[in-house]
């Protein structure tokens, strides 16, 4: 069988806005109270997934989370008309409303955990949405994005949905940020190496400690469990503490893996020789004796707070329809002499075949790169076929969403923007028309007057 991986890229929300939620995110902290741009943000956001789609890659679309997220607010205790509500929630606290029209969702490497029919027992691929636990304003995404993934995959002999882990810090999980498939090419037997920064039940454990660790060992676990994935095709890895410490609040910041080759900083990992060399034993020995191409980059060529202001580790690393590899780098990498001079390095002695960097600032500026705008689907070409297709990018769903952001998104969003109630209106209205775009059904729960 035939098996490609698709990128599905999360479509950047009409409210994106830069509000400094995410404490231990240095890009988020930095930009907190900066206007934003959501128009520039969606259209950066669709050049990318143009771009990759016009390489012949399948590339998919993951719809918008409805902001401000009313729901919570009610449960909150708010009450009143739509504009009342989001007023009382302001004056009680701006930070509270801007947690609620917060368009993280976009980042879908936070979206959920994938495993491939090829790895589970059932040879369905299994989806588990990320709980976000530790942020409050990602907390909010889990049940809507469980719903998306739903109407995305929507084929239950193809497909198995699972809900969210429990909300707690113990099961703290981030989704496929932390999660990295490991296979000779996608199809073949893959390894997953899941990336956990501590472990809830053992208080001895290491842990950093100036900034949360956001994803725990035993929410790993337990999707290892719930996507009945073999022991032998499981490992575990702990990030390394001080790093978290420093900015690198997933393992996407810190390391990027593709089929058989894993780029990480040589610091990404606790005890990395140790890790490093159980990571090598278990894939050969999946294998047949093939050995992981693993790449770690020196501190002495990328210094952690390089890696972490240009996101050179946030780039995707993919296999092109010719077998070249293309690394798709933020265009903040090319800016940074030491990590172009590295990679300009990684070009010449082969490792890679092809650097493109991508302009993604508005995302950037809030601590998203190129590889958190997207989940990673392996699927079959079998499998393919069952996608919802206006959820897949093509000339004609990008022309339709690039001129529907035209319509509908401002060009700029303060902070004091949010108490407008035309916002609210503006931005039902968009998702409204979104839903008949892209076949969502009735995804969102506001009532359009
Ligand atoms: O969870 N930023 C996101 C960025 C997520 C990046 N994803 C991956 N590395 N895969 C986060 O920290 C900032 C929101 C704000 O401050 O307005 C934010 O949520």
Redesign the pocket.
């Known amino acids: 069988m035939n098996y490609q991986e698709v990128n599905f890229d999360g479509l950047v929300g009409p409210t994106h806005?830069?509000?400094?939620?995410?404490f231990g995110?240095v890009a988020?902290a930095k930009s907190?109270s900066q206007p934003s741009n959501p128009k520039q943000a969606a259209l950066q956001g669709l050049a990318k997934m143009k771009m990759l789609s016009d390489m012949g890659l399948s590339q998919g679309v993951l719809a918008p989370h409805n902001r401000p997220a009313l729901t919570h607010l009610k449960q909150l205790g708010f009450t009143g008309s739509d504009a009342q509500i989001v007023e009382k929630a302001y004056q009680y606290n701006p930070i509270l409303l801007a947690s609620c029209y917060?368009s993280?969702a976009m980042?879908t490497?936070?979206a959920a955990t994938v495993s491939p029919s090829s790895d589970t027992s059932d040879a369905k691929v299994h989806f588990t949405a990320a709980n976000l636990s530790n942020?409050l304003?990602?907390s909010i995404e889990a049940v809507l994005t469980h719903k998306i993934l739903q109407r995305t995959f929507a084929n239950d002999q193809y497909f198995a949905h699972h809900q969210a882990l429990p909300m707690h810090d113990h099961f703290g999980d981030e989704g496929a940020?932390n999660h990295t498939r490991l296979a000779q090419t996608h199809g073949d037997v893959g390894l997953h190496m899941f990336v956990y920064g501590k472990e809830a039940f053992n208080a001895h454990a290491p842990a950093p400690t100036k900034f949360p660790a956001r994803q725990t060992k035993e929410a790993f676990e337990a999707i290892a469990r719930l996507h009945n994935l073999p022991t032998e095709q499981v490992i575990y890895i702990q990030q390394n503490p001080d790093v978290i410490n420093q900015g690198v609040?997933?393992n996407?910041?810190i390391a990027v893996g593709n089929e058989n080759m894993l780029l990480c900083h040589e610091q990404a990992y606790l005890d990395q020789g140790k890790a490093l060399d159980t990571l090598q034993t278990q894939y050969s020995q999946l294998n047949d004796g093939a050995m992981l191409n693993i790449v770690e980059v020196p501190t002495s060529r990328v210094p952690i707070d390089d890696a972490v202001s240009s996101y050179l580790f946030?780039s995707q690393l993919i296999t092109l329809p010719n077998q070249e590899t293309l690394l798709l780098a933020p265009c903040e990498c090319e800016r940074n002499p030491r990590v172009r001079a590295y990679l300009e390095s990684l070009l010449a002695n082969n490792t890679l075949h092809n650097v493109y960097f991508a302009e993604l600032k508005q995302s950037m500026q809030?601590?998203?790169g190129p590889?958190?705008l997207r989940l990673r689907v392996p699927l079959s070409d079998e499998e393919i076929q069952h996608v919802n297709p206006k959820t897949v990018m093509n000339d004609n769903l990008y022309t339709q969403l690039c001129t529907w952001v035209n319509k509908h998104y401002r060009d700029s969003l303060t902070q004091n923007d949010l108490r407008d109630p035309s916002l609210i209106t503006q931005s039902h209205q968009a998702l409204d028309e979104l839903t008949q775009i892209m076949n969502l059904g009735s995804l969102y729960d506001f009532q359009i007057d």
Request: charge should be positive; charged fraction near 10%; proline fraction near 0%.
């Open positions: 806005n830069y509000a400094g939620l995410s995110n988020s907190a917060s993280s980042w490497a936070n942020k304003h990602r940020a609040f997933h996407d910041v946030n809030n601590g998203g590889a958190c």
